[in-house]
């Protein structure tokens, strides 16, 4: 059964420094997301990509966020300075093409701590 | 501002039992979701429910939708262990970008 991957599945940084985290979404999905979880709390959004482009993002996804699609299968977020307070779990998402009725599948995770 | 709220938060009972998770939203989405997640693990897709009044079940788990209402039930008939988790709800702001918003969480402990 086709599924979403991340890597790596734990990373460890120093505040200031860059990450990117990497997902690779399932092969014929359309619609690409990015949510994070902090230890203990709920899921938040943080930005969609559709078309090559960000389609949305939360108050959450400020100028330190980025996100690309290098090739057709990648998707991958960027923190160019990381702050401690993005110590969090790192979910990647991707959903089919018939948007209305399918559902989003979540990758296993990347696990972000900020030292 | 899409809210999305859950209750019970935390929730255990006993193996054998019925219970009932509740969420509720603020504003119009005809599409709700429901995940479940064990610790440390990915969110695990559950139920898709794209109209009022679905309903929809595996297993010992059942969930319902009233778009009228704001709300989807997800009960849990006759528990056992390995339904313990954390399970959310997801609403579709229904913006065209399809994104989630999630509940808060119920996190469910089923006791031997």
């Known amino acids: 059964e086709p599924e979403v991957t991340q890597t790596p599945s734990h990373q460890v940084t120093q505040m200031g420094q860059e990450v990117i985290l990497r997902c690779v979404p399932i092969?014929?999905?359309?619609?690409f997301y990015w949510y994070r979880q902090i230890l203990g709390q709920k899921v938040e959004f943080l930005v969609s990509?559709?078309?090559?482009?960000?389609?949305?993002k939360s108050e959450i996804f400020d100028d330190q966020f980025s996100v690309e699609r290098p090739d057709g299968s990648n998707f991958t977020l960027k923190i160019r300075s990381t702050k401690l307070e993005d110590s969090a779990m790192y979910f990647c998402?991707?959903?089919?093409?018939?948007?209305?009725?399918?559902?989003?599948?979540f990758g296993p995770g990347t696990r972000l701590t900020v030292l | 501002e899409l809210k999305v709220e859950q209750n019970p938060l935390f929730l255990s009972m006993q193996e054998g039992k019925n219970y009932t998770i509740y969420c509720n939203y603020s504003t119009t989405s005809d599409r709700l979701y429901w995940y479940r997640q064990d610790p440390g693990k990915s969110l695990e897709s559950l139920f898709v429910l794209l109209s009022n009044g679905a309903v929809k079940q595996e297993g010992r788990l059942m969930a319902s939708l009233d778009t009228k209402a704001r709300l989807s039930t997800l009960h849990i008939t006759a528990a056992v262990h390995d339904l313990s988790a954390t399970y959310f709800c997801a609403v579709d702001r229904s913006s065209g970008t399809y994104k989630y918003i999630f509940g808060t969480g119920t996190r469910l402990k089923v006791l031997a």
């Open positions: 092969s014929n999905h359309l619609y």
């Open positions: 990509f559709y078309n090559n482009e960000i389609s949305e």
């Open positions: 998402a991707s959903m089919g093409g018939t948007a209305y009725t399918d559902t989003q599948y």
